[in-house]
């Protein structure tokens, strides 16, 4: 048998073991697998989502900052940083959701090993 490079070794099969029973475990690992993966998965677009935002804000940041330096007045400079404080608190919710969503996915139980 080959080696199984992409996952966990390949079990030898024991003597005592029915094609049936074999294929019920091979079935389980793979659901195991399927599992695990979508687990990372999940905490990859949650990551990727997470950074998103926070380089959105930095990127809005920055912009309203150099708007604001060539405001006609100080009023104007002064609605544009409400505004963008008003789109910080947004990012923000948006980030503690997401991170609700990590600790939930996280949270969840791993299948059971055999």
Do not use: C, H, W
């Not at 992409?6 to 073991?17: E, I, K, L, Q, S």
């Not at 989502?49 to 400079?77: K, W």
């Not at 505004?83 to 609700?100: D, I, K, T, W």
């Amino acid at each position: 048998m080959a080696p199984n490079r992409y996952g966990t070794p390949a079990v030898p099969p024991v003597a005592n073991d029915s094609a049936l029973e074999r294929q019920q475990k091979a079935a389980a690992e793979a659901q195991r697998n399927q599992d695990a993966a979508s687990r990372r998965a999940e905490q990859d677009r949650i990551g990727m989502a997470v950074d998103a935002n926070r380089q959105r804000l930095e990127a809005d940041r920055a912009r309203t900052e150099r708007q604001r330096a060539a405001a006609a007045n100080p009023a104007e400079s002064e609605r544009m940083r409400q505004e963008f404080e008003q789109r910080r608190q947004a990012a923000e919710r948006e980030r503690e959701e997401l991170e609700r969503q990590r600790a939930a996915s996280e949270a969840r139980p791993a299948p059971p090993e055999p």
